[in-house]
């Protein structure tokens, strides 16, 4: 467990280094450039710094085990910390779309649009050796806040490879007005991202059901000890965070005595820990009727 914390904590940590530098170079690009789409983009950024840093507490403190006052553990502060991140997000698209209506009503003026165009590409790059790291990390330890925070970077990705775009159109072109209309595509592509994010967080909150892979896995383990007993039912399971809680109920022989039916159920939890090391498992033994 502590191993995994580390882990969990190092990426949330290397994001939330280079977010920090993203934001200083698209702002100052902003600033010398007046352009709105990297304004957005910085306001983006600003929004995954703060998305990294609650990640980076919530990872910390979803891995302290279970207490009197959290006797299943704290793994849904995750949850929670998804939710807060799409609401940061839903709020950064507002701000974008009002500062970009702004500029198309009152006129375009950009300047010095070289760096802001070599500020986005090494934007793109970092973005996406950042958020394939995190994406990793969060599928080995089934985080779903260093999820939501990869989440946050692949979008980045692709709207600051937008904004590139097209500040090298505008260069072209002279076409001033494709700034703000690139912002407010900006906007609505992390908008779809918020509430994907939103609803993921808010279904393990209300105890959604293991991914139906993880189900299966532990039915195959069940199939492969079918002899040891007669069925079993009332198979349950929900997320938190991390962790998985799975319960069933087991009918076995009636020969059985208590301290084999006991083994057989260490056994069977094992065997599903191998396969689901956050696990805790429930099995309840019921004598054939």
């Known amino acids: 467990m502590e191993h995994i914390r580390e882990i969990k904590s190092r990426a949330a940590l290397y994001s939330i280094i280079s977010n920090s530098t993203l934001i200083a170079l698209k702002f100052i690009a902003g600033l010398m450039t007046g352009s709105v789409s990297i304004i957005s983009e910085a306001a983006h950024s600003f929004v995954d710094l703060l998305a990294a ?144 994010i939103t609803k993921k967080s808010i279904l393990d909150l209300m105890d959604y059901t293991i991914p139906e892979e993880e189900a299966e896995k532990i039915r195959e383990i069940l199939n492969e000890h079918q002899d040891k007993f007669i069925s079993y039912h009332k198979f349950r399971s929900r997320k938190s965070g991390s962790e998985r809680y799975i319960d069933l109920h087991l009918v076995m022989s009636n020969g059985i005595s208590l301290n084999d039916a006991h083994d057989f ?25």
């Not at 500020?119 to 790059?125: A, D, H, L």
């Not at 970077?153 to 090298?168: E, K, N, P, Q, R």
Request: proline share 3%; glycine share 6%.
């Open 53 to 196: 840093i609650i990640a980076f507490f919530s990872v910390n403190y979803s891995s302290q085990p279970a207490d009197t006052q959290h006797p299943y553990g704290h793994g849904k502060i995750e949850n929670i910390s998804g939710t807060i991140e799409a609401i940061l997000i839903f709020l950064a698209a507002g701000y974008i779309i009002y500062e970009s209506v702004k500029k198309i009503l009152k006129g375009v003026v950009l300047e010095s649009l070289g760096y802001g165009i070599f500020v986005m590409f090494v934007s793109v790059i970092v973005n996406i050796v950042v958020s394939k790291y995190l994406m990793k990390i969060a599928r080995k330890t089934s985080s779903i806040a260093l999820e939501a925070d990869a989440a946050h970077l692949i979008t980045d990705v692709y709207t600051s490879a937008g904004v590139f775009a097209g500040l090298f159109v505008v260069k072209l072109t002279g076409f001033n007005i494709l700034d703000p209309v690139i912002a407010i595509g900006v906007a609505l592509f992390i908008v779809r991202a918020a509430y994907l």
């Open 265 to 289: 159920c260490t056994h069977l939890e094992k065997d599903i820990k191998k396969i689901l090391p956050d696990s805790t498992i429930t099995i309840h033994v019921e004598p054939y009727a």
